[in-house]
């Protein structure tokens, strides 16, 4: 009872000191110079402990005690410290404050560690890639095959596979707008010019797996490209012996514009592979993003793009030599006829944004695609195959003579006619510590497809198939589908971050449902990812992925090749086709530490990818010829690691390591996916020289595992061999004939003040002179025998650039 009445004392003694002591509640929203709320500002009162910190709607609340003059000071990185004297407030204040940017002049910045990767998202810094020795021209994608996990093995494609899945498993995205690449392509020849203009690019995001709902569904890879908005006037201007490029952009208070335009002919290049003849490509892309600021709040994009690649040859002879030191062989073909290709590709897109304020915003997408392809050639060929050392007219099979001979002619009809629209409308809010992400989509595809392609082969005067009562041909295919279908997909997540005395916690995790009118399947695709940096220790960082991914049938999945009892190949579409599905576990970790007194970060990652309902398909050269069924199972699994450092200041370089192990059951046999490569190695490096600062070196160098391949029209469960590893090496001298300004130095006079940097460059493109194979033609005797030929990639090629930023 005695304790009861002092407890009731002290707390009565304290409502009374309380009431004696009163105090001022101050409240009010911090804002930014246009108006948007700023958050994490540290609001305080001057001269105590009390303090409080904006939200992400820029609102703060605190209290203080009476006094003639309070003394508010509001504080953030980035901005002038403001301060506020209140004179004898009392009650409820309200104190609204806009906070002033601050700007000042930096010195030497020097790189002291890497930023820790906490999500599925990797940003990639592109800015050095410009002056690399690459064959596309610097583009994103050959930058992205020297990542772990992403290969290639074809130096004139943009295609590339991630951890063993199929070219057509990686989703792109420009300005927030999936894009498609043509349908078609059969070889590096014909493809041209990249969708992704490198001199627009303002930033890269990249995964490799474990991607968030807000990706499309796609079983391998997310590529999230973000074209830059100029600040002034601005351009660049690119001339090579294989083609030029020019990049303008502009911006005013409201307005911004980029626009690009590309022109290539590799004809040079294309010479230096074993089939001669006149080559005469010519690939031509336009791309513009505009921004208007309509208002503080709201906001219109545009993004367009126009792509017309012409690829001609007309073959004249060809000469190979293949196999081994005690068995060489020599192919040797003399062609008539010519192949005309013509890819093009209109994409339009119109983006209106709305913020409501600085935490949230709803955005409405509507786009268009629309390619027009065509695939038409007419070859004929007198081939001729020895031991290598003799000459043809030996008897047939001999040792030392004349293993095969005979004529061929190919021919094809194809043409695709293909349209997307879209339109989507996509939200995010931002709720505490929460980060929401939702949207919406609606798709409308139309496919017109026309395609005839055959072959009739001889060998020895007999045509293959042999058959004494008619003439056979040994392949031909027919195709004429129109086909509209309609799309429907939503996703929401949310992105959780967390600082504790543990350490800094990012939790993203959502849902996406998919469904298309077509086969009538609904999909749900739940998708988490976790990333952890401890407080004990804080240069590793862990982050764990896991989530249900479908890879949504486009046309060339879901047609199916149907042999009737002639012999005669007709495609048919299938509309029991279903989603391939992939069930991924992806862990991994970065740990940084300086070396050399110079920064360095370690990244390792592991994954396994349970597959189902997979469409077994075989790659010849870049085709992907799907069987149009889902008939198969399997699994992927492997190790990534990176090495990302600036071994030189201001020069990032980077070494990458994969060991991969894919495994698919088709038809009851177990064999590796068409993309296992089991191990790959991959370097790219650049160093200014010390005596030489104007002097800039590159290299890129990549060595991976040959591809698993089969004979023409065969499956990998009737037997496989694997062709050579590819191993290519790069490198590239640049001078800057204008080096850019460095900071703090002065500003450039007369003429040369309107030119940023001018750089003249020399690469040397395959600087081994390694012949790598792209695919194979084989020739087929009398009775029966295959032989692979190999079809050989480019050789060795040199190339001079100039590079001018004003």
Same mark, same amino acid.
């Given at each position: 009872m005695n304790i009861f009445r002092k407890l009731l004392s002290i707390i009565i003694v304290s409502a009374c000191a309380t009431n004696a002591y009163a105090a001022v509640k101050i409240h009010g929203k911090v804002t930014e110079d246009n108006n948007e709320p700023l958050e994490f500002v540290t609001v305080r009162i001057a001269g105590t402990a009390i303090g409080a910190t904006s939200g992400l709607d820029g609102t703060y609340v605190l209290s203080a005690p009476e006094a003639d003059t309070i003394r508010v000071v509001f504080t953030c990185i980035g901005y002038e410290e403001a301060t506020r004297r209140l004179i004898k407030p009392a009650g409820d204040v309200t104190l609204n404050v806009k906070m002033t940017s601050k700007t000042f002049?930096?010195?030497d910045v020097e790189v002291t560690e890497f930023r820790k990767q906490t999500g599925s998202m990797q940003e990639i810094n592109t800015d050095n890639y410009r002056l690399a020795p690459d064959v596309s021209g610097g583009s994103v994608e050959s930058m992205l095959t020297t990542m772990a996990g992403v290969t290639s093995g074809n130096e004139m494609s943009s295609q590339y596979s991630v951890r063993g899945g199929s070219y057509d498993e990686n989703s792109v995205y420009i300005n927030g707008i999936e894009v498609y690449r043509p349908q078609l392509i059969s070889s590096g020849q014909q493809e041209g010019l990249s969708i992704i203009n490198p001199d627009m690019v303002g930033s890269v995001n990249f995964s490799t797996g474990g991607f968030s709902p807000q990706y499309a569904d796609k079983m391998s890879s997310a590529l999230d490209i973000t074209y830059r908005q100029p600040e002034a006037f601005e351009g660049s201007l690119g001339a090579s012996l294989m083609g030029g490029n020019l990049a303008i952009g502009t911006s005013s208070k409201r307005f911004t514009q980029l626009h690009g335009v590309r022109y290539k002919s590799n004809a040079s290049l294309l010479s230096s592979m074993e089939d001669k003849g006149e080559y005469d490509p010519r690939y031509f892309d336009y791309q513009t993003a505009m921004t208007l600021k309509i208002s503080p709040k709201f906001?219109? !994009?545009?993004?367009?793009?126009?792509?017309?690649n012409n690829y001609k040859f007309i073959p004249a002879s060809r000469s190979t030599n293949f196999g081994t030191s005690t068995d060489a062989k020599q192919f040797k073909v003399y062609f008539d006829g010519q192949e005309k290709d013509r890819f093009e590709t209109f994409f339009g897109a119109l983006t209106l944004d709305y913020r409501f304020n600085k935490s949230s915003s709803l955005s409405l997408l509507t786009s268009g695609y629309l390619t027009n392809e065509l695939v038409a050639y007419d070859i004929s060929g007198e081939y001729w195959l020895d031991q290598a050392g003799t000459t043809g007219g030996? !008897?047939?099979?001999?040792?030392?003579?004349?293993?095969?001979? @005979?004529? +061929?002619?190919?021919?094809?009809?194809?043409?695709?006619?293909?349209?997307?629209?879209?339109?989507g409308l996509r939200g995010t809010t931002g709720l505490n510590r929460h980060s929401l992400a939702y949207g919406v989509d609606f798709k409308h595809e139309t496919i017109h497809d026309r395609a005839r392609e055959w072959e009739v082969r001889d060998s020895a005067g007999y045509s293959l198939p042999v058959d004494l009562g008619a003439l056979k041909v040994i392949y031909n295919l027919d195709s004429r589908h129109n086909l509209s279908s309609n799309r429907f997909s939503a996703y929401v997540q949310d992105t959780y971050r967390l600082s504790t005395s543990a350490g800094y916690l990012n939790i993203t995790g959502g849902i996406r449902f998919s469904y298309w009118d077509y086969n009538k399947e609904t999909l749900v695709s739940p998708r988490v990812n976790l990333g952890f940096v401890p407080d004990a220790a804080p240069r590793w960082?862990? $982050?764990?992925?896991? @989530?249900? +991914? +479908?890879? !949504?049938?486009?046309y060339k999945e879901y047609r199916m090749p149907v042999v009737d009892e002639n012999g005669n190949t007709r495609i048919v579409l299938n509309s029991d086709i279903k989603s391939q599905r992939?069930?991924?576990?992806?862990?991994?970790?970065? +740990?940084t530490f300086r070396a050399f007194g110079r920064p360095f970060k370690l990244t390792g990652e592991a994954y396994y990818k349970i597959l189902g309902n997979l469409i077994p398909y075989e790659v010849e050269n870049l085709k992907v010829v799907y069987s149009g069924v889902n008939s198969s199972k399997g699994f992927a699994a492997g190790l990534d690691f990176k090495l990302f450092g600036?071994?030189?200041?201001?020069?990032?370089?980077?070494?990458?390591? !994969?060991?991969?192990?894919?495994?698919?059951?088709l038809n009851g046999?177990?064999?590796? $996916?068409?993309?296992?490569r089991r191990y790959a190695f991959a370097l790219y490096f650049t160093d200014y020289f010390p005596k030489f600062p104007k002097l800039k070196f590159s290299l890129r160098g990549i060595l991976s595992d040959g591809l698993p391949t089969t004979a023409p029209r065969s499956g990998r469960d009737e037997g496989y061999f694997r062709a050579p590893a590819y191993k290519r090496v790069d490198i590239g001298v640049s001078y800057a004939l204008l080096s850019p300004?460095?900071?703090?130095?002065?500003?450039?006079?007369?003429?040369l003040r309107h030119f940023k940097s001018i750089w003249l460059g020399l690469d040397c493109f395959n600087l081994l002179d390694i012949s790598n194979v792209s695919s194979y033609y084989w020739v087929t005797d009398v009775n029966n025998i295959q032989y692979a030929v190999p079809n050989y990639l480019t050789r060795r090629q040199l190339n001079v650039r100039l590079t001018i930023d004003f």
């Open positions: 002049s930096l010195g906001t219109a !994009s545009v993004l367009g793009n126009i792509a017309i030996g !008897s047939g099979g001999a040792i030392g003579g004349e293993l095969g001979v @005979g004529r +061929y002619h190919e021919h094809a009809r194809n043409r695709l006619k293909a349209s997307v629209f879209s339109v960082a862990f $982050r764990f992925a896991t @989530g249900l +991914y +479908y890879q !949504s049938p486009f992939s069930f991924q576990f992806i862990a991994g970790a970065d +740990y600036q071994f030189v200041p201001g020069s990032d370089s980077w070494i990458s390591f !994969s060991l991969m192990k894919t495994q698919e059951d046999v177990k064999v590796p $996916r068409p993309t296992d300004v460095e900071e703090g130095a002065a500003p450039r006079t007369g003429f």
